[in-house]
């Protein structure tokens, strides 16, 4: 089944420099292949699993986007609200 373009690519070009981009798995291959086609290098895409690793932690972010098909749980919206305030203007 060929992958459809539109969303991710969207949502990819739109992020701010060096913001980091969830992916909806830890397969994050596919969305890095997108990311350098599209010029966006600057992204750092990881899977969901960066959340509730607590590998935000410290660091100071430009913004936090999830993919638009990924669907956060219990504990993964709960360290995303806390990574959230690591965001800096």
């Given at each position: 089944?060929?992958?459809?373009?539109?969303?991710?690519?969207s949502?990819?070009?739109?992020?701010?420099?060096?913001?980091?981009?969830?992916?909806?798995?830890?397969?994050?291959?596919?969305?890095?292949?997108l990311?350098?086609?599209?010029?966006?290098?600057?992204?750092k895409i990881?899977?969901?699993?960066?959340?509730?690793?607590?590998?935000?932690?410290g660091?100071?972010?430009?913004?936090?986007?999830?993919?638009?098909?990924?669907?956060l749980?219990?504990?993964?919206?709960?360290?995303?609200?806390?990574?959230?305030?690591?965001?800096?203007?």
């Open positions: 089944m060929a992958r459809q373009t539109g969303q991710t690519t949502q990819l070009k739109a992020a701010p420099k060096n913001a980091v981009f969830i992916w909806v798995s830890g397969a994050t291959q596919y969305p890095r292949d990311a350098r086609k599209l010029g966006r290098e600057d992204l990881v899977g969901p699993d960066w959340l509730t690793s607590d590998r935000w932690r660091l100071e972010l430009s913004d936090i986007i999830l993919d638009h098909a990924l669907t749980k219990g504990r993964e919206w709960e360290a995303y609200d806390h990574a959230k305030t690591r965001i800096r203007p």
